[in-house]
């Protein structure tokens, strides 16, 4: 069971681009996400930590831990960009690459070593390359497998190499907490304290049929992994499930016209989305989440693959009329296209439509205007050029 599997996490990613950038926030506590009063914290710097700030906490709670602190917005085409460079460096290693988002990635380095060393050597020089060449840091897992790989990079944090050698594992896995295991929450971790088990080790003394009795069959993949053993290979290739757009409001919506409003936008950026991979979405789903936190899901199978963004809002405003929204405060409304597939795979019509003619000649002139002036560059004026029976408004 050799080394051969690399995990590689960028170190508080959004908050080191923003540093990078503008030299003077370099020291300082940073968060980085949306506004002060509803927003959540994408990421924040190493420096704001101490003061108990996290991702996902409410900006809110994170200016009161850290009144200090350097608010900056979120922008992710620039961490788009970035991300592009750094799997650039990645690249240079090897194609067996399986991004789990644009800062952190698994690579299998099998077969890799006559060109360029062992994976711990590997390692080492796309650590040097990232901050050299893009004024990063990377920390590193080096293990058999993939599990073991993102706990040894967990554990490098901040700037930082791990390797956990093969007849070491043990030596590394016995002492952790039950809660660094994947898929371990704060919910099974207190079932497993209940019965004794603070430890990896601890859980070790627990037979595969006392953890499948408790977790069902995921019992038995924990079992596996309190031994360090994961089949899982990296995977080069994962087509995306789903494509949608979502967007918490800096104050509650109440008009189903500004819903409406949103929801087409929305529309529109799914759809160019789609258009731009090539596929089209057979069902969508509508999410809601009221002023009181409640949330809930609305979904469809569209009646043809679409990946217009009329069609899909057409569609979206079915779903939205089988919610509360205008007679309840709206917080967060979300779009998102499923069921995808090729495009232009669904019958072709004997009789083609001249307006759904018109429609896909209209969808590819937005699609041009969007590469040359940018996705928020082109946008329909209003609403009120769609038919009152969709929108509310008038003809």
Same mark, same amino acid.
């Given at each position: 069971m050799a080394n051969t599997i690399i995990h590689l996490d960028m170190d508080?990613?959004?908050?080191?681009?923003?540093?990078l950038d503008f030299p003077e926030l370099r020291g300082l506590p940073v968060i980085v996400g949306g506004g002060k009063e509803r927003g959540v914290v994408a990421a924040c710097s190493y420096e704001a930590r101490p003061f !108990?700030?996290?991702?996902?906490?409410?900006?809110s709670r994170a200016l009161r831990l850290c009144p200090v602190a350097v608010l900056r917005p979120v922008r992710m085409a620039r961490y788009q960009e970035v991300s592009k460079q750094v799997f650039a460096i990645f690249a240079r290693?090897? *194609?067996?690459?399986?991004?789990?988002?644009?800062?952190?990635?698994?690579?299998?380095?099998s077969g890799c070593e006559r060109l360029f060393g062992p994976a711990l050597e590997i390692a080492r020089k796309i650590r040097k390359e990232v901050r050299d060449e893009l004024g990063l840091a990377i920390s590193a897992g080096v293990a058999p497998n993939k599990f073991l790989a993102k706990l040894g990079s967990e554990s490098a944090k901040p700037d930082g190499l791990l390797e956990i050698a093969p007849d070491k594992v043990d030596d590394f896995l016995l002492p952790l907490p039950? !809660?660094?295991?994947?898929?371990? !929450?704060?919910?099974?971790?207190?079932? /497993?304290?209940?019965?004794?088990?603070?430890?990896v080790a601890d859980l070790r003394r627990m037979s595969e049929a006392q953890l499948k009795g408790?977790?069902?069959?995921?019992?038995?993949?924990?079992? /596996?992994?309190?031994r360090g053993e994961d089949s899982r290979s990296v995977e080069v290739e994962q087509?995306?499930?789903?494509f949608g757009a979502e967007e918490t409001f800096s104050s509650d919506l109440r008009r189903i016209e500004d819903l409406q409003r949103e929801l087409l936008a929305q529309a529109e950026k799914v759809a160019a989305r789609l258009r731009r991979h090539g596929i089209e979405a057979r069902n969508l789903t509508l999410k809601i989440r009221y002023d009181d936190f409640e949330t809930l899901t609305r979904r469809l199978t569209l009646a043809e693959p679409s990946a217009n963004g009329l069609a899909l809002y057409r569609a979206g405003l079915e779903l939205l009329r089988r919610t509360e929204a205008g007679a309840r405060p709206v917080r967060l409304l979300g779009l998102t296209a499923g069921g995808l597939?090729?495009? !232009?795979?669904?019958q072709a019509s004997l009789?083609?439509?001249?307006?759904?003619?018109?429609?896909?000649? /209209? *969808? /590819?002139a937005l699609d041009k205007l969007s590469e040359r002036f940018g996705s928020g560059g082109v946008r329909r004026g209003t609403l009120l050029d769609l038919p009152k029976d969709e929108t509310g408004s008038k003809k």
């Open positions: 508080a990613f959004y908050a080191s681009v923003e540093q !108990g700030v996290r991702s996902a906490m409410p900006i290693y090897t *194609d067996r690459i399986e991004p789990l988002s644009v800062d952190e990635a698994f690579l299998d380095v039950v !809660g660094r295991i994947w898929g371990v !929450g704060a919910k099974a971790a207190e079932q /497993l304290h209940r019965y004794g088990c603070r430890t408790m977790f069902g069959v995921w019992g038995e993949r924990l079992y /596996l992994l309190a087509p995306a499930k789903s597939e090729p495009a !232009g795979q669904a009789f083609p439509d001249a307006g759904m003619q018109r429609q896909a000649e /209209l *969808d /590819l």
